[in-house]
């Protein structure tokens, strides 16, 4: 499917034309069966053979911001097209670091672990980009999102801006680390206020 939007973007290009090297490189990489089977082969790692055998690589012409994503429930790694534009060694690392969380998760089993943390990183260097960064500075444009609810602690005076209100009791991480024994406590909850 996603192939089919490429042909239609590129059916206005004439046959007899000639086209240049990075045209041809670009088509390649736009193939789908050809990045899973890249995936696949970078995932060839002792105990991830059940898992590197179900991933899939797949194109999303309606990503903007972001470079990639990485859906463990569906083993589905998604790129943005415009990826292409930035080269073929863009393409890799950005596989590779959507990989790199797809098998931090596999390994952690049941455990909650945190996106870009030491789990991910192993992964990285697994995978052979040890100085991964979490994210990518690619000049794609950037979604600017207003953080309309104001949070903020009595104790510490800490203020916490989300995009969302919480939906249920939330206290200063800081203060019930330090006042709290480390536990929620309700005298460190944050209290909104007026943005």
């Known amino acids: 499917m996603q192939l089919d939007f490429f042909t239609k973007l590129t059916s206005w290009i004439r046959q007899d034309a000639p086209v240049a090297p990075a045209t041809v490189a670009t088509a390649k990489l736009r193939d789908d069966a050809e990045l899973t089977a890249r995936a696949r082969a970078l995932l060839e790692l002792p105990g991830c053979g ?51 969380h797809l098998l931090a998760r596999f390994r952690a089993g049941q455990r909650r672990i945190a996106p870009h ?62 006042k709290g024994n480390g536990r929620y406590d309700d005298r460190f909850r944050l209290v909104k206020e007026e943005a």
């Open 50 to 100: 059940d898992m590197a055998a179900r991933v899939r690589v797949q194109w999303n012409p309606r990503m903007r911001s972001t470079a990639g994503t990485a859906n463990y429930a569906k083993l589905l790694v998604t790129l943005n097209p415009r990826l292409v534009e930035f080269g073929t060694d863009e393409v890799d690392q950005t596989l590779r670091h959507e990989l790199a």
């Open 117 to 178: 943390g030491r789990e991910w990183k192993l992964a990285c260097r697994e995978l052979g980009i040890a100085d991964e960064k979490r994210c990518h500075n690619l000049p794609l444009p950037h979604r600017q999102v207003r953080r309309n609810h104001l949070y903020r602690c009595l104790s510490c005076g800490v203020e916490v801006r989300r995009v969302r209100p919480f939906r249920a009791k939330v206290a200063c991480l800081s203060c019930c680390r330090s």
